[in-house]
């Protein structure tokens, strides 16, 4: 059996050209940034693009806290994150922020306009600063994730630091030989 390839040949171009999502929103926001940056010569219209096409595992959620610490010292200037904003009840104290995101859980939102800052849309950052100027582009962490822990090297090899996929914590599971001085050895 040979590969089976379509006219034109193999499919050189994996990078996305169009969202998968359905999302109506999406589409508009794709279509005015699509305008916006064969337009514009600023690179970040075509990153902002680029970002929207992305997959909902590569649009990571950013705390409310970690976007307090990215914009320390950073005042008057719009934070940007293609992704959902979302609040952290470990900050005490929100301090104002103007933020545009694609998404803000209902109490992150309230605690950033009762800070009196400004929770912005992709439309609303196009006509203030259509060539992204006086912005600062932010991204969620991406290898937070419960799931990352497990990749890698098989958990037991020498070098590894991934998580084993325990069925269950307790006694009787992965907790024997190497895992315990009475058992053998502990390593």
Same mark, same amino acid.
């Given at each position: 059996m040979g590969v089976d390839l379509e006219a034109g040949g193999r499919n050189k @171009? *994996?990078?996305?050209?169009?969202?998968?999502? &359905?999302? +109506?929103?999406?589409? +508009? +926001? *794709? @279509?005015?940034?699509?305008?916006? /940056?064969?337009?514009?010569d600023a690179k970040f219209n075509a990153i902002v693009l680029k970002r929207l096409f992305m997959s909902k595992i590569n649009r990571p959620p950013l705390s409310l806290s970690k976007l307090a610490t990215f914009m320390k010292g950073k &005042?008057?200037?719009? /934070? =940007?994150? =293609?992704?959902?904003?979302?609040?952290?009840?470990?900050?005490?104290? *929100?301090?104002?922020?103007? *933020?545009? /995101? +694609?998404?803000?859980?209902?109490?992150?939102?309230?605690?950033?306009?009762?800070?009196?800052?400004?929770?912005?849309?992709? &439309?609303?950052?196009?006509l203030i600063a259509p060539t992204g100027s006086n912005t600062i582009m932010l991204r969620g962490p991406k290898l937070a994730r419960e799931s990352v822990k497990h990749f890698g090297k098989a958990p037991g090899v020498p070098d590894s630091n991934s998580k084993p996929l325990v069925r269950s914590k307790g006694r009787k599971f992965e907790k024997a030989r190497?895992?315990? /001085?009475?058992?053998g050895y502990k390593a």
């Amino acid at each position: 059996m040979g590969v089976d390839l379509e006219a034109g040949g193999r499919n050189k @171009k *994996v990078n996305r050209e169009a969202p998968k999502s &359905d999302n +109506l929103y999406i589409k +508009l +926001l *794709v @279509k005015l940034y699509r305008f916006l /940056a064969r337009r514009t010569d600023a690179k970040f219209n075509a990153i902002v693009l680029k970002r929207l096409f992305m997959s909902k595992i590569n649009r990571p959620p950013l705390s409310l806290s970690k976007l307090a610490t990215f914009m320390k010292g950073k &005042d008057g200037k719009i /934070a =940007v994150l =293609v992704g959902t904003i979302t609040d952290d009840t470990r900050l005490y104290e *929100v301090p104002k922020l103007k *933020v545009c /995101a +694609l998404r803000f859980t209902e109490t992150a939102r309230a605690r950033i306009v009762k800070a009196g800052g400004e929770c912005l849309t992709f &439309d609303q950052l196009a006509l203030i600063a259509p060539t992204g100027s006086n912005t600062i582009m932010l991204r969620g962490p991406k290898l937070a994730r419960e799931s990352v822990k497990h990749f890698g090297k098989a958990p037991g090899v020498p070098d590894s630091n991934s998580k084993p996929l325990v069925r269950s914590k307790g006694r009787k599971f992965e907790k024997a030989r190497g895992k315990r /001085a009475s058992c053998g050895y502990k390593a």
